[in-house]
């Protein structure tokens, strides 16, 4: 590191101590904490990133476990967004809390009358109509979260007119091909769409800053604490809709249709960019209980797929699995790779390996076997029934699963032997994220027409 580079670092960290000193942090408690880190961010600096990212990511990691910390991590990164946009010319990019909490609630009001819009012009829910709101839900909330990320980080003219038509495309792409209503190319829109959708949102979340590894992550970060705060949120949704239904009913009033065609829809779409405010502006637990909650789950998804594999060879065997299962295996492998991403998003790459990462070990082997199985079974279904757009799209989806399974399992090896550092595993993860984005927009575009819109 150079003089300039070691001067800069010091002074941001001296800043960073200060600022817990003075919100009542104690001086033991602080020397550990600045030793992790420095440890964060010379790796980091050794790893190729800038002064100010090796910083911003060594601060968030020592923050998870440090509350006073993980406030002056949320100030200092929306500094530097404000800077990378344009400077002190620009007024503040993230805001006071207050007009932030204002465009978020904003951004989620536009969301929740865009689900209505439709209505006026005869699409009613239900009926005709349901395939169309199926194939356009993630149009109606998305890009309004994308909004809200665009104000709060800063981007570029050109950054939020190719994100406008990444979201045009979708609609088009969506609404102008004569998908045959219920079949498998709309289905497949249905699906991928949003997968597409949410990865063009993650470019709005990182500033436009996509070739970044490290935003990468956070992103993943925030999609793993996001998805939690918007079950709570669901959940608690469910359980006031299911009172007051009850309630008005034992006053002889049916709010039920009420309920169904506004509360329900609007309070979703709206909630969607709630939860990315409350994850956004730390007013959660779930900073906290999202990395918890994966190394729970590492565990007992590593021992059911044990079992699985254990019960597919034992009772029916390697070729004789019907399609449900199919689907299901595919399922469990998308969850998988999803935990394992936020397990990786939540773990302090300086430590040395541990029973944990032997554990993601298990996980990556056993949904590799579980993916060889699928695919075994794909081209079993492909001799036997020819191409459709449903066993393509699955083909493809448990090739690409394939490769990052494959490559996965042989750097974790690497690392829990201590013969590689946990950032390559990183590292490949993140430049792997585009391919999965680059899947959905295909099935999007190129499988209606090719398999005729059926």
């Known amino acids: 590191m150079s ?8 002074s941001l960290i001296a800043r960073w101590r200060a600022d817990i000193l003075a919100h009542g942090a104690a001086e ?37 476990s440090d ?18 946009v344009g400077g002190t010319d620009q007024p503040d ?114 500033g436009g800053d996509w070739l970044s590894g490290a935003r990468r992550m956070e992103y993943v970060r925030f999609t793993g604490e996001w998805l939690v705060t918007y079950a709570l949120i669901a ?51 779930v900073g906290g209980m999202a990395p918890m909650l994966a190394r729970v789950f590492t565990p007992l998804f590593a021992l059911m797929l044990v079992a699985l594999l254990t019960g597919v060879v034992s009772t029916r065997g390697v070729i004789d699995i019907q399609r449900e299962v199919l689907i299901l295996f595919d399922v469990l492998l998308v969850l998988v790779l999803a935990l394992l991403l936020y397990a990786m998003s939540a773990r302090d790459p300086l430590a040395e390996p ?7 070990l298990v996980l990556v082997v056993c949904a590799l076997g579980v993916d060889v199985f699928a695919l075994v079974n794909i081209a079993a279904r492909l001799t036997e029934y020819g191409f459709s757009a449903n066993k393509a799209a699955a083909l493809g989806l448990n090739l690409i699963l394939l490769v990052n399974l494959a490559w996965s399992a042989f750097l974790q090896i690497g690392f829990v032997r201590s013969r ?19 899947w959905a927009a295909i099935v999007v575009v190129a499988f209606p027409p090719v398999f005729g819109f059926v």
């Open 3 to 10: 003089t300039d580079a070691q001067a800069g670092l010091e």
């Open 28 to 64: 033991p408690s602080i020397a550990a904490l600045e030793g992790q880190l420095r440890a964060h961010a010379s790796s980091l600096r050794a790893a190729g990133m800038s002064e100010d990212e090796a910083f911003l990511v060594a601060l968030k990691r020592v923050a998870a």
């Open 67 to 84: 509350e006073a910390s993980r406030r002056f991590a949320r100030a200092y990164s929306d500094e530097l967004w404000a800077e990378s």
């Open 93 to 206: 990019a993230g805001g006071t809390a207050r007009t932030e909490f204002a465009v978020a609630l904003g951004c989620a009001v536009a969301a929740a009358v865009a689900i209505k819009v439709p209505t006026l012009f005869g699409y009613s829910f239900g009926g005709d109509a349901a395939n169309f709101y199926a194939r356009n839900l993630s149009l109606f909330v998305l890009p309004f979260l994308a909004a809200y990320f665009i104000w709060k980080r800063g981007m570029s003219r050109g950054g939020i007119a190719a994100l406008a038509a990444i979201f045009v495309g979708g609609a088009v792409f969506a609404n102008a091909y004569p998908l045959k209503p219920g079949g498998s190319t709309e289905i497949l829109t249905v699906i991928h769409l949003p997968i597409a959708l949410w990865l063009a949102v993650g470019v709005a979340y990182v």
């Open 235 to 285: 959940l608690g949704g469910g359980v006031l809709v299911t009172i007051t239904t009850g309630v008005f009913e034992a006053i002889g009033l049916n709010v039920s249709t009420f309920m169904g065609e506004w509360v329900l829809p609007c309070g979703a779409l709206g909630a969607v960019v709630v939860s990315a405010w409350l994850v956004e502006s730390g007013r959660n637990l």
């Open 354 to 360: 541990g029973l944990f990462d032997w554990i993601q």
């Open 420 to 438: 590689r550092p946990f950032e390559s595993v990183e590292r490949w993860q993140m430049r792997y994220l585009p391919v999965y984005a680059l």
